[in-house]
């Protein structure tokens, strides 16, 4: 139970090191995007190569030949992806997820907030984290594809600003506060962005 030869040590130092030299030579050869902050396919990939590395590392039953190529396989798929995405919008629309606008000039997005499953409570954090004390200094927040929330400041962001083009739910966003603020002028209501 404790201890079982010296066989089974020697193993896991060998071909522990040996795996270890083969993953960090296949993460350099497929670039910087395989370690990059995880979008939902980013992360499987990731959990499986640190399945399979503690399963060579672990496993009499699964030599290292076999394991460095079951290693090599994931990265090359993960990079595959990766270059498709880039080549192809389609493809890229069914591997990851849209940014989500959940804040607009100040305004909480209650439906986006509900279908991203956030609190009010986590994007103000995220507001403070970024070094602003009034939600109404900032002019959208985005709720990235790798789970991440960026801030946009300034009051007024449109919808032809390049970086918000491709954030769902901003176009129609700003056009319903537009409409809203012309309505507002008239009648001095208040608007509701929600």
């Known amino acids: 139970m404790f201890f079982q030869g010296w066989f089974g040590l020697w193993r896991v130092l060998v071909v522990g090191t040996l795996a270890y030299i083969a993953l960090v030579i296949l993460l350099r050869i497929s670039g910087k995007r395989t370690l990059a902050k995880f979008n939902a396919f980013d992360f499987v990939v990731t959990v499986a190569i640190g399945s399979t590395l503690a399963t060579i590392l672990l496993s009499n039953s699964v030599a290292l ?3 460095i190529l079951a290693l090599a396989l994931l990265i090359g798929l993960q990079y595959a992806i990766s270059w498709l995405s880039v080549r192809s919008e389609r493809f890229q629309e069914l591997i990851k997820s849209e940014p989500t606008l959940l804040v607009h000039r100040g305004r909480f997005l209650e439906s986006a907030l509900q279908s991203q499953r956030l609190s009010r409570e986590e ?7 970024d070094g602003h004390a009034r939600l109404e200094d900032v002019g959208a927040i985005v709720l990235e594809t790798d789970g991440t929330i960026s801030i946009i400041t300034g009051n ?12 769902q739910g901003f176009g129609r966003t700003c056009l319903h506060a537009q409409a809203s603020s012309h309505n507002d002028d008239a009648t001095g209501k208040p608007l509701d962005a929600s």
Do not use: I, M
């Open 65 to 67: 030949a076999e394991g």
């Open 123 to 129: 994007v103000l954090a995220a507001v403070r984290a």
């Open 156 to 167: 007024d962001p449109q919808p032809s600003d390049a970086a918000l083009k491709t954030v």
